[in-house]
């Protein structure tokens, strides 16, 4: 099913190294907001720095694809010092198949990280790698993406 990911955890910081060689995974194409960060906010995830750091060791490639616009994705991007993809249009796979190109891996070494299930999880079934879908750092709770958590709640059951 296109909206049912491969993996669920409570956070990035639940990818270790026994889970990525267990499942052969090689490279992580990570979602920004409430991935790595809340939303909208210019500093990560305490935590974050820390396992960006164990993922470097383990020689797991990593890429920001966000569907924000660069002057968002940028500073921090840079600050983690994370390759990154902006206006990745997500559910559309342009921006992972440049990400997944960029790592030079094969598409099943790689997984797309993110909170929602229709951009991060479907894009990443589209494009054929596997997916992880993570908790939201912070649950929104107004307009539109109220709607879409409420949505997806009806297609996989979350602990929110």
Known sequence: MLFKPDF???NVLDIDGPFLKKNN???LILDLDNTLSIHGSP???VGVLEWISDMRRLDIKL???SNNFKRRVKPLAEKLGLDFISFGIKPFTFGVSRAVKKMGLSRK???VVGDQIF???LAGNLSGTRTILV???LLETKGLMKLKRKI???LFKRKF
């Open 8 to 10: 669920a955890l409570k």
């Open 25 to 27: 995974i090689k490279g």
């Open 43 to 45: 500093v990560e995830e």
């Open 63 to 65: 890429s920001v694809v």
């Open 109 to 111: 070494q790689v997984c």
């Open 119 to 121: 951009t991060d999880v």
């Open 135 to 137: 908790d939201p750092f």
């Open 152 to 154: 997806e709640k009806s």
